[in-house]
C-alpha cells in the first residue's frame, strides 16, 4: 500500500511547519488554513481514520488530546478553539490517515457546513 501524505511527513518525505513532536505524535501547520491557527495533530501510528481507532488506541487518544490542548495554550488561543475530527468521505476526510484540526484565532461559526 503505498504511503499517505502524513506518513511521508511523519517520515520526512515531505516538508511542514512542524509546531510540536514527540514519540507518539506530530502536530504541523495546515498548508490550507482556515482560521488564523489551523495545526494539524497526528498520531505517528497508521490509524486510518476514527472509525479505524481499535480498543487499545485509548491510552494513545488520551494522549493526543492533551497535546492539543497544550498546543492550544502555547498559540495562545486563550479566547477559545475548535477542534475537528473528519471523518470518512461523508465527514469530508481527504487523507487516510487520523488527524485532528486545532483552530482558533477568530470565531467560528456553526454549524459547519
Ligand atoms: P481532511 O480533509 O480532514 O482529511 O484534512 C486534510 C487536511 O490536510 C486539509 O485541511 C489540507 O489542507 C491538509 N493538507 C493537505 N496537504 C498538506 C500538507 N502537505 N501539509 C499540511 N497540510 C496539508
Redesign the pocket.
Known amino acids: 500500500m503505498s504511503k499517505t501524505?502524513f506518513q511521508k511527513?511523519i517520515d520526512r518525505e515531505?516538508p511542514?511547519d512542524i509546531v510540536y513532536e514527540d514519540d507518539d505524535c506530530l502536530a504541523?501547520?495546515?498548508?490550507?488554513p482556515?482560521a488564523p491557527t489551523h495545526v494539524?495533530v497526528i498520531p505517528k501510528k497508521p490509524i486510518a481514520s476514527l472509525d479505524e481507532l481499535a480498543d487499545n488506541d485509548a491510552t494513545l487518544l488520551g494522549h493526543l488530546w492533551l497535546v492539543i490542548r497544550n498546543l492550544a495554550n502555547e498559540l495562545q488561543l486563550a479566547d477559545g478553539y475548535r477542534v475537528v475530527v473528519?471523518c470518512g468521505s461523508d465527514g469530508?476526510?481527504?487523507?487516510d490517515h487520523l488527524?485532528f484540526?486545532l483552530l482558533g484565532g477568530r470565531v467560528l461559526s456553526w454549524p459547519p457546513g
Open positions: 501524505l511527513i515531505i511542514a504541523f501547520r495546515d498548508v490550507a482556515q494539524l473528519n469530508g476526510q481527504t487523507v488527524h484540526h
